[in-house]
């Protein structure tokens, strides 16, 4: 056994294909003269003689160059601590260094998560990976894995085999490798549905001869009458993957037999761009002369091409016997837009450049199926740029966090969890600690760092990156600015009652605007904040206060009556009764308490803005009757409620069950003549706390509302804000 994988090893090596210089070779021999000696246990020796496998698909199928082929030899050596990493620049340059140093990156990405997930795999293995080549032997050596799998426990296997159908297979078919996609397709569907491999496989078998000989029968005398019009041409017949028929047998939810292009035949023209559709209708129309078309599988991509750049004409056709056959008509310029993407569109239009990923990957095609010594040097040029602007990230249990490029640690903290981005002090990323405004980088295991008394700042919304950390954190600072004005109105009515002074909330607007405050709210939080010396505001207070008493004195009981009088005003609305059974009265709904149709009510003869109607439970109210007794006047509804809708507040609170929001706002929307304004909701330990502003037309039909969303699932209570 190992003369033949000695013999294995000397061919590779004396490949003229891979043109290694001999102190190359000599390196080569002596990292595998152990495994030739046998000095190494039986694992170890698998993972050599896997190593040269690869090296085969590498040289033989992928055939990128003898750099990617070095690099997988030189791999097992370094993994096994055999050959320091720091000797293989020195014995085969900077370029087989680089690939190793990605090979080793992409296995440290299973170690943390070996249960990847694929479309955030797949970007980060190529964000992660500078070099394609490295994918690319990542990719031949999952092919090895598929042609070898039944040497593998069940759990390696369909770990295997469901690795090469979404992330391996893609890669492939990314890159160009169309056979080894196809491969990877077919054997991933042999090992996870073989009974379906096995039938369309024995019927290919069954159909091959007969498919030829069909195909070279239908063939024929398309050719006479493409000749006899004159076309430049080629016509060839294929047969799909034993995947792609089954792919096409799911979509179509049908059988194999009833498979229209299990073969197809493609004509491809050699023909001016002026000519193009024309001559592709052209032979159409011959085609269809042959042989009759169904109308109803007739596709014209060239009047109106994909949205990738493709261009072509099919039509399936009844054929001898009574079969059906596919036939696609395009020109060599279509052809190849076909088989390359965007990439020989750019080029056919005359766009240079290598900034769009398929664009330079049409490069990496055209090395791939044509390798050339100095070719292998020129794909050091590209550098994988796909997916800049997304990061991913690890947990320290290993799970894949996506977050924008520029993410913080911060931001990381914040996409975990509400909680453990509020209380953040920092963190470790790779195992060395960092701060909260460190910014991550694709691949990085990043642990986070907490501390109880820690809170949001606001200088964190000049670094943050992710729109949920912002919302958090300019939530957290809204709750604590509304505490600070509580605890600033709470200072400064202490103190004025130490003073011996009356707290009025008209004179302490004055107070803030003589500081500097254009609002009342950022007065008080100046206070809490110890912005403000509470102590030396006395005076200011008691002037504000003198003023406040002149303004009012100067307005008289005349000017008061005066006023009322304006109460004689009409108004649109009928349903109010004011004072001396008057309607028609000019008057607004307090914002304080937002009065609805139904409300225990009164009115409040403001200074500036009339008549003000507040409920009698505002929580205004008793503060108003001791300073401004005078100023109360009697209101009631009257009649019937009108066609007027109420604007009225509830606080919902429950637990933070999954779909709560939308039980809710479903069962407003069902409920006649009401409508929701506003809805804003927060979660705290595990409760769902809401605030709903609906449209209700009276007090009763609001109580109905109330009593409906207490009995949906996990709501603990309901009120009236």
Same mark, same amino acid.
């Given at each position: 056994?190992?003369?033949? %994988? ?11 294909? $891979? ?31 896997? #190593? ?18 070095? #690099? ?47 479309? !955030? ?49 893609? $890669? ?45 029968? @239908? ?27 089954? !792919?096409?047998?799911?979509?179509? !939810? ?30 159409? &129309? ?189 939530? @957290? ?54 912005? $403000?010396? %509470? ?54 709904? #307090? ?10 009510? @009164?009115? @409040? ?77 927060? &979660?705290?330990?595990? $409760?769902?706390?809401? !605030? ?24 603990? #209570?309901?009120?009236?804000?």
């Amino acid at each position: 056994m190992e003369k033949i %994988v000695i013999e294995r090893f000397n061919n590779l090596v004396a490949s003229p294909e $891979l043109s290694l210089t001999d102190s190359e070779k000599l390196s080569l021999i002596a990292i595998y003269q152990p495994v030739f000696e046998e000095e190494l246990d039986e694992e170890k020796t698998a993972h050599y003689h896997q #190593s040269l496998d690869v090296a085969y698909i590498l040289m033989e199928e992928a055939n990128i160059g003898k750099i990617p082929v070095e #690099s997988i030899l030189v791999y097992r050596a370094v993994k096994e601590n055999l050959l320091p990493q720091e000797e293989v620049k020195e014995k085969f340059g900077e370029q087989v260094n680089s690939i190793l140093s990605g090979l080793l990156k992409s296995r440290e990405l299973y170690k943390k998560n070996p249960s990847v997930e694929s479309e !955030n795999f797949r970007k980060l293995l190529l964000t992660i990976v500078e070099d394609i080549r490295v994918v690319i032997i990542l990719i031949c050596e999952q092919l090895y894995l598929m042609r070898t799998i039944e040497q593998y426990d069940k759990e390696r296997k369909d770990r295997i085999a469901q690795e090469a159908s979404y992330l391996y297979a893609p $890669l492939a078919h990314r890159l160009g490798l169309y056979r080894i996609k196809s491969e990877l397709e077919d054997l991933s569907l042999k090992y996870t549905n073989y009974p379906i491999y096995k039938e369309i496989a024995m019927k290919l078998h069954e159909t091959k001869s007969e498919r030829e000989r069909y195909i070279d029968a @239908f063939i024929a005398p398309l050719k006479t009458e493409l000749e006899k019009a004159g076309f430049t041409f080629s016509i060839k017949g294929r047969t799909k993957s034993i995947y792609s028929i089954w !792919n096409k047998m799911k979509k179509q !939810n049908t059988a194999f037999e009833n498979i229209y292009d299990i073969f197809a035949i493609r004509v491809i023209l050699s023909s001016p761009l002026e000519r193009e559709k024309a001559d592709c209708w052209q032979v159409y &129309s011959l085609v269809t002369d042959k042989y009759q078309p169904n109308p109803k599988r007739l596709r014209d991509w060239l009047s109106i091409p994909k949205s990738n750049g493709y261009e072509s004409l099919h039509t399936t056709v009844m054929g001898p016997e009574g079969k059906w056959v596919e036939v696609q008509i395009r020109t060599e310029r279509m052809d190849e837009i076909a088989e390359k993407g965007f990439a020989a569109h750019f080029k056919y239009k005359g766009i240079k450049g290598e900034a769009n990923f398929d664009s330079w990957l049409s490069n990496v095609r055209e090395l791939l199926e044509n390798p050339q010594s100095d070719s292998t040097e020129y794909m050091d040029d590209f550098k994988l740029s796909l997916y800049k602007k997304e990061i991913f990230v690890f947990t320290p249990t290993g799970d894949l966090r996506k977050l924008p490029k520029g993410a913080t640690i911060l931001d990381f903290a914040f996409d975990i969890h509400s909680g453990l981005g509020c209380h953040c002090v920092g963190g470790k990323v790779n195992g060395k600690s960092v701060t909260i405004r460190t910014e991550l980088h694709n691949g990085d295991q990043v642990e986070i760092f907490t501390n109880n008394s820690q809170e949001p700042h606001k200088e964190w919304l000049s670094f943050v990156q992710t729109s949920k950390a912002k919302t958090r954190i300019k939530q @957290f600072i809204r709750q604590q600015e509304a505490v600070n004005m509580e605890e600033g109105k709470e200072l400064i009515k202490r103190r004025l009652k130490n003073w011996k002074l009356v707290y009025d909330e008209s004179v302490v607007f004055r107070l803030a605007q003589k500081c500097g405050y254009k609002a009342i709210q950022d007065f008080y939080q100046a206070l809490a904040e110890d912005k $403000l010396d %509470v102590s030396k505001l006395k005076d200011m207070y008691v002037s504000c206060q003198e003023k406040d008493a002149i303004t009012e004195t100067q307005k008289g009981a005349e000017n008061f009556t005066q006023m009322t009088e304006l109460q004689t005003i009409s108004s649109k609305e009928d349903v109010l009764v004011i004072d001396n059974h008057l309607k028609g009265i000019e008057y607004t709904l #307090s914002k304080c308490c937002n009065p609805i149709y139904g409300d225990d009510i @009164f009115g @409040f003869v403001s200074i500036h803005n009339g008549i003000k109607i507040h409920r009698t439970d505002c929580p205004n109210a008793p503060q108003m009757m001791s300073r401004f007794g005078y100023r109360f006047i009697k209101a009631r509804w009257a009649g019937k409620s009108s066609d007027k809708l109420y604007a009225c507040t509830l606080r919902v609170i429950g637990n933070d069950d999954i779909g709560i929001v939308t039980n809710i706002t479903s069962l407003i929307q069902k409920e006649t003549n009401v409508s929701l304004r506003s809805i804003s909701v927060n &979660s705290v330990d595990g $409760l769902f706390q809401g !605030n709903l502003t609906v449209n209700v037309s009276d007090m009763k039909q609001l109580e109905q509302i109330i009593n409906k969303i207490k009995t949906i699932k996990g709501v603990k #209570s309901v009120s009236r804000n």
